[in-house]
T-cell receptor, first 112, second 117 residues
Framework: GNSVTQMEGPVTLSEEAFLTINCTYT??????LFWYVQYPGEGLQLLLK?????DKGSNKGFEATYRKETTSFHLEKGSVQVSDSAVYFC???????????FGSGTRLSIRP | GAVVSQHPSWVICKSGTSVKIECRSL??????MFWYRQFPKQSLMLMAT?????????EQGVEKDKFLINHASLTLSTLTVTSAHPEDSSFYIC?????????????FGPGTRLTVL
């Protein structure tokens, strides 16, 4: 079945550091891929998405590229801020368009 | 826009009692609502999908008689955990998709933490 694997946290970085959170997936067909973010005390929010191979999703300085050859969708940001501290979830939606399968989440903490 | 609320945000109950959790779309009408369960340091696991006015569709392994879902209107879905036991303690999260939007983007509530003593 479909599944998502993402790097375990917590990840702690200093402000302005480069961020990579790895995500790989297993799926049949051509899933859509997502990154969600959950800030403390809030619900999950869609951060970015990509719906086909080689698409790049981007938002708030974050980027992720849909790599079908490596079945990956790694999240990157060139210079993180304290306000980026949150839990990040990689996810996919397969042939059933509404059903989302989530990774286990990665907690990110940014030090001033 | 597209705000989803949950009530309560946390609840503690005794074993054997029933607990109701509400999920509301505050500024949109929800075609479909979803209920997820999250254990510590684990993924969100989809429990069921509900559409207004029809029976919920439960995922494999989820007991429909234990987790009762009612979706009585386009802005409200409820999850009732019946005869709760300590193993039901978890974080329950709902989400909703907007009526009239084909992108199926889900908007999530902040979650409800249930602790069964």
């Amino acid at each position: 079945g479909n599944s998502v694997t993402q790097m375990e946290g917590p990840v702690t970085l200093s402000e302005e550091a480069f961020l990579t959170i790895n995500c790989t997936y297993t799926a049949t067909g051509y899933p859509s891929l997502f990154w969600y973010v959950q800030y403390p005390g809030e619900g999950l929010q869609l951060l970015l998405k990509a719906t086909k191979a080689d698409d790049k999703g981007s938002n708030k300085g974050f980027e992720a590229t849909y790599r079908k050859e490596t079945t990956s969708f790694h999240l990157e940001k060139g210079s993180v801020q304290v306000s980026d501290s949150a839990v990040y979830f990689c996810a996919l939606s397969g042939s059933s368009a509404s059903k989302i399968i989530f990774g286990s989440g990665t907690r990110l903490s940014i030090r001033p | 826009g597209a705000v989803v609320s949950q009530h309560p945000s946390w609840v503690i109950c005794k074993s054997g009692t029933s607990v109701k959790i509400e999920c509301r779309s505050l500024d949109f009408q929800a075609t479909t609502m979803f209920w997820y369960r999250q254990f510590p340091k684990q993924s969100l696991m989809l429990m069921a999908t509900s559409n207004e006015g029809s029976k919920a569709t439960y995922e494999q392994g989820v007991e429909k008689d234990k987790f009762l879902i009612n979706h009585a209107s386009l802005t409200l879905s409820t999850l009732t955990v019946t005869s709760a036991h300590p193993e039901d303690s978890s974080f329950y999260i709902c989400s909703a998709t907007r009526q009239g939007h084909s992108d199926n983007e889900q908007f999530f509530g902040p979650g409800t933490r249930l602790t069964v003593l």
